[in-house]
């Protein structure tokens, strides 16, 4: 059995705060192989980073078919988190992949709807820190990075255009699928539901986790040995 783990947007082959790397040295301990890689304009990769998402996916293909050729697993899995689950979900609706099965963590759902959860939940963060009269210093001296924040803004507000759902007309491989989400996470709820209707819709066999307290990109350690052991526990059950 191998795992291809697939990195968010803006990240690299690490995993958010080296989530990649703990997991892919704890399943080796159970005979796991793994294989870690950076999308294109990424990491350590050329190229300019993928504005479509058919980039993105034809980056996780190459990787399979190389897995494959050089290692011949019996069994592959694809683990993703952010914009990497919502690569995978894609891929997996488009094309016949040899996967076995998916661990999807914090896929998010491209609406009008989960855009402005993303932006409110954002602009939040933003006024709560303001608060602080250090912060608001830097707003006032123009210390603070102004155009960084607006950036931040402007990249949750455009969820919609960065993650085109595809999924709803076709489904071509229909391997178990293991949704993890972040109950702090302003568009789990939405995305959650999304997914599920999905699976639904194409008897796609699923099962859904929600993390109490964590936020998208689960931050804290404890959410981090959480994820690993019900990954564990998912990956021998299947």
């Not at 999304?194 to 109490?212: E, L, Q």
């Amino acid at each position: 059995t191998a795992v291809i783990f697939v990195h968010a947007a803006n990240s690299n082959r690490l995993g958010p705060h080296r989530m990649f790397v703990e997991l892919a040295q704890r399943l080796s301990r159970n005979s796991i192989a793994s294989m870690r890689f950076d999308m294109r304009g990424c990491g350590d990769s050329t190229g300019q980073p993928a504005k479509q998402i058919q980039n993105d996916i034809e980056d996780l293909l190459c990787s399979i078919n190389f897995f494959n050729l050089h290692y011949k697993p019996e069994k592959i899995l694809l683990f993703g988190i952010s914009r990497g689950a919502k690569v995978i979900f894609e891929t997996l609706a488009k094309h016949n992949v040899p996967a076995d099965g998916c661990i999807l963590l914090s896929i998010p759902h491209s609406s009008g709807k989960t855009a402005l959860k993303s932006f409110t939940a954002r602009l939040k963060e933003y006024l709560y820190k303001f608060k602080n009269p250090q912060s608001l210093k830097k707003i006032l001296t123009g210390k603070a990075n102004i155009m960084q924040i607006f950036r931040t803004l402007a990249f949750a507000l455009n969820i919609r255009s960065r993650y085109q759902d595809n999924s709803d007309q076709n489904f071509t491989t229909t391997c178990p699928l293991f949704f993890i989400y972040a109950a702090k996470d302003p568009i789990a709820a939405a995305s959650r539901h999304h997914y599920t209707r999905i699976c639904k819709k194409f008897a796609i066999p699923n099962k859904i986790n929600v993390i109490k307290n964590a936020n998208h990109s689960f931050f804290h350690y404890k959410w981090k040995e959480q994820i690993f052991d019900e990954t564990e526990k998912w990956i021998m059950e299947n």
